[in-house]
């Protein structure tokens, strides 16, 4: 950490701005997977200590229930990063289920911030800001991949570079290639969020008119 922090001074120091992106992205890509592993090990702390004062003999049957369904509440956040209640989750489990495998159970984990607990019953509230927020990822994405295949072929149609300059344009294509994907990235819930919204409205009409 030390040297890193050190590499990061001395990128700032010679003002070399380029330099520094290039190396922040390439040190965070190098190291994704101990950063995965950290988020992994903060999740699974929170059900470990639950498990170790379900073991404890002094507990009433009512608190032994409590910490059963916190348990449960807190594996399933941990699968499906969706915080839900018993009664939200046998929700999104009979959606899912009366689906008939039409609608994957990771549209419900990727679309977990557009689902909205109503009325004892399960939304997905998209709002005139997630659509311009899709529309302006959707268009940073696409502007990106172009700036960044850019700067990857510019040596090519430029006069003669030396091989420093070479890599600034690649490290620079790269980091703009790493931005378009960051944007790209942000559109996948969206399109789920509309997809389990669909299934809904689907089973909903699908029950009202059995009813009628």
């Not at 010679?14 to 995965?36: G, R, Y």
């Not at 700036?147 to 600034?168: D, R």
Request: hydrophobic residues 50%; glycine residues 4%.
């Amino acid at each position: 950490m030390i040297e890193l922090s050190g590499k990061i001074f001395e990128a700032v120091q010679s003002e070399n701005v380029l330099w520094l992106a290039v190396f922040l992205v390439v040190a965070t890509f190098m190291n994704a997977s101990k950063i995965f592993d950290f988020l992994e090990n903060r999740k699974k702390t929170q059900i470990k200590r639950l498990q170790e004062v379900a073991t404890c003999t002094s507990l009433d049957e009512n608190f032994k229930e409590f910490i059963t369904h916190e348990i449960q509440r807190e594996y399933f956040l941990y699968i499906a990063r969706i915080a839900a209640e018993k009664q939200y989750r046998d929700r999104l489990f009979e959606i899912h289920k009366n689906s008939k495998g039409n609608l994957p159970f990771f549209h419900f984990r990727r679309a977990s911030g557009f689902i909205k607990y109503q009325d004892g019953d399960v939304i997905v509230k998209i709002t005139a800001f997630d659509k311009f927020s899709f529309v302006f990822n959707a268009f940073g994405s696409i502007l990106f991949i172009f700036l960044g295949w850019a700067f990857f072929m510019t040596p090519l149609f430029s006069k003669p570079t030396s091989i420093i300059q070479a890599f600034s344009f690649a490290g620079a294509g790269l980091a703009f290639l790493a931005v378009a994907m960051l944007l790209a990235s942000q559109s996948i819930p969206f399109h789920s969020a509309k997809r389990v919204r669909a299934e809904i409205e689907k089973q909903v009409s699908k029950t009202n008119q059995i009813e009628s």
